[in-house]
């Protein structure tokens, strides 16, 4: 259950509702003050109550609203909020942030190399994404490689020169963070932050995101063999912590089938849009682990109703340090792009 407090209550009054709360569920429930959007709630288990117990809360002045919930998430159900949030990377004052989510239907478009390899890389790559048409950078500096000999990534010198990339580009960028401990000094440079699917379980990484001082958007990759639950209960781990900027990533889950890097679960968009208000991205890069199934599956991605695309671009794919049989070349991007154009354009026209 989430009880949505009046705007102007006080300090005395929030905690002394809290009190009562747990006096009416009983010792063994919970009772968690979260604020956000500068507004007051408390999130309580157990999920289900009776109905005199709503009643009773009802007539207290300093509560406004109950959303009773049989969800184990709770805050970013779309049962407690029925409009789909937006979620906005960058500068709001400035014309290069960009919005995910709501109700827009135009499909940003998130496009970069797997790793930030060398400056020069870097740079072709991001002034060939932008060129292309794509609405923000993506680059990872602190790689999760399964083996320890490969390369794990620039680390802080990859920082600087995102940052750098972006004043040439325009273009806000996501970056992955791996440790909790990094998280601060991650959001210094970074517009917004990404976990990994090795690291959607990082529970102290998840809360350490939810409330670290910059208050980045992140994007919360799903987890190599998680339940949609698992993946919605960590999206709230971040969103409970304080930070309700949370995008979604569906990046393929594991299977049998080795002719596939990993099998990309589309089910889960359309499906994910009923059960949570949060903005859906998919990555057809990391999801087929094929360049020639990118075009396909992003277009597949859109017409289930993908909020946008995570896609790796590399200029020269083929001598990659990482990824490179999966990341598509700028130009095969600028047909992408041309392509998803038109299908939103296709179903804007036919909901008209
Ligand atoms: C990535 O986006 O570079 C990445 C490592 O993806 P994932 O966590 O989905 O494997
Ligand atoms: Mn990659």
Redesign the pocket.
């Known amino acids: 259950m989430i009880i949505t407090l009046r705007s102007q209550s006080s300090i005395e009054e929030r905690a002394s509702l809290q009190n009562y709360v747990l006096r009416l569920l009983g010792s063994d429930s919970l009772c968690r003050a979260i604020v956000l959007h500068e507004r007051d709630y408390l999130v309580t288990t157990p999920h289900r109550i009776h109905h005199e117990i709503e009643t009773l809360l009802l007539q207290q002045n300093v509560v406004e609203q109950i959303s009773p919930l049989t969800t184990p998430y709770q805050l970013v159900s779309r049962t407690f909020q029925s409009e789909r949030s937006t979620v906005v990377v960058g500068n709001d004052i400035d014309a290069t942030s960009v919005a995910l989510g709501g109700e827009s239907g135009s499909p940003v478009i998130i496009a970069g190399p797997?790793?930030v390899e060398s400056r020069a890389q870097l740079f072709a790559t991001a002034c060939a994404v932008q060129k292309a048409g794509a609405h923000m950078l993506?680059g990872?500096v602190f790689?999760?490689r399964t083996s320890p000999y490969a390369f794990q990534g620039l680390g802080l010198q990859g920082l600087t020169l995102l940052a750098e990339a972006r004043d040439m580009t325009g273009l806000p960028f996501v970056t992955?963070v791996m440790e909790p401990e990094m998280v601060d000094t991650v959001a210094e440079y970074a517009d917004a932050l990404?976990i990994?699917?090795?690291n959607m379980y990082n529970y102290p990484l998840l809360q350490r995101v939810g409330h670290h001082q910059h208050k980045r958007p992140v994007l919360l990759?799903r987890g190599l063999s998680a339940t949609i639950e698992e993946w919605l209960l960590a999206a709230e781990y971040i969103v409970a912590a304080g930070n309700p900027n949370v995008v979604l990533?569906e990046?393929g889950i594991r299977s049998y089938d080795s002719q596939t890097r990993n099998v990309l679960d589309l089910t889960c968009v359309p499906l994910l849009r009923t059960l949570t208000h949060l903005p859906i991205l998919v990555?057809p890069s990391?999801g087929t682990g094929q360049r020639e199934l990118v075009a396909p599956l992003s277009n597949a991605s859109i017409a289930v109703g993908a909020d946008g695309l995570?896609l790796?671009v590399h200029h020269d794919p083929d001598n990659a340090l990482c990824?490179g049989r999966q990341s598509i070349t700028p130009s095969h991007l600028q047909h992408i792009i041309h392509d998803v154009t038109l299908l939103t354009h296709l179903f804007q026209e036919h909901a008209k």
């Open positions: 797997c790793a993506r990872g790689k999760p992955e990404q990994g699917s090795r990759k990533c990046r990555d990391h995570l790796e990824d």
